[in-house]
Structure formats: structure tokens, C-alpha cells
């Protein structure tokens, strides 16, 4: 498939974001914020046997931030925490389909440390050295 269709994904969710907003009584939470260019989020997760039930977010920020934010909170709905845990920026890239290439690196993983962090909190452990990197 062509680079459009997938790029015009991004904006779709960008436009319709079906996981925006607050999730109340969330078990685990985390705000994260791009200083380089102003994208914010605060992402709302809610944990029950090892698995994510359920994902939300909050946030500003440009196309790639909040459309990759609402694409990879459907993603990990139903997952396991471990896997969420171990997931990277291959499998982000592999998730949403484009390589938003160095200067928009940053913007692109947002929700995804957010979401790790915030994981990682929960379970009382470290935060990891690949999602320090993120």
C-alpha cells in the first residue's frame, strides 16, 4: 500500500480519536510531556489480571503525537502487561505503518513512554533502559 494511505490513518485518528479522554478509577496513569516542540499527554489505564482493559488519553500536540497516541491506546486494550512492557519503536513503526523518520521521532513515541512509565509504576519496577530512550 502506498505511504498516503497509511499517513492518511494517522490523520484519521488525529481528527477521530475514539481514546481521548479521561478514564475514571484508572489504575495507572502518567503524564509525559515533548519539550522540544510542546506535544503533552497524560495517559489513563486500567488493569485487571495482567491485562490492560482499558486506555485513554489526554493531550495537545501535532498529527503524529496524538494520532499515534489513539492508535496505540486501541492497540494494547485486551494485551498483556508484560508484552506492553517489551513493546518498542520496531513494533510502534510496525503499528503504525510509517517511519516519522528523527525530527519527529520524539513526537512519535510520546504516548508510548507515557504508557510504558506508566506501567512500569504500577508494577512497582524501574523504568527500563529502552523506554528511557523513547
Same mark, same amino acid.
Given at each position: ?17 475514539? =481514546?481521548? @479522554? &479521561?478514564? #475514571? ?9 515533548? +519539550? %522540544?516542540? !510542546? ?8 488493569? =485487571?489480571? @495482567? &491485562?490492560? #482493559? ?9 498529527? +503524529? %503525537?496524538? !494520532? ?11 494485551? &498483556? ?17 510509517i517511519d516519522p523518520g528523527p525530527?519527529r521521532l520524539h513526537c512519535a ?26
Amino acid at each position: 500500500m502506498p505511504l498516503d494511505i497509511y499517513a492518511e490513518e494517522l490523520i484519521n485518528n488525529y481528527e477521530h480519536p475514539d =481514546s481521548k @479522554g &479521561k478514564l #475514571e478509577n484508572s489504575d495507572a496513569s502518567m503524564h509525559e510531556e515533548n +519539550i %522540544s516542540c !510542546g506535544d503533552v499527554i497524560t495517559v489513563y489505564l486500567k488493569i =485487571s489480571e @495482567g &491485562k490492560i #482493559e482499558d486506555a485513554k488519553f489526554e493531550g495537545n500536540g501535532c498529527i +503524529i %503525537s496524538m !494520532g499515534v497516541a489513539n492508535m496505540l491506546m486501541d492497540y494494547i486494550k485486551g494485551k &498483556k502487561v508484560s508484552e506492553i512492557e517489551a513493546f518498542g519503536i520496531p513494533e510502534l513503526f510496525n503499528l503504525i505503518k510509517i517511519d516519522p523518520g528523527p525530527a519527529r521521532l520524539h513526537c512519535a513515541t510520546l504516548s508510548l513512554r507515557a504508557v510504558k512509565k506508566a506501567l512500569f509504576q504500577y508494577e512497582h519496577k524501574p523504568v527500563d533502559a529502552s523506554t528511557k530512550e523513547l
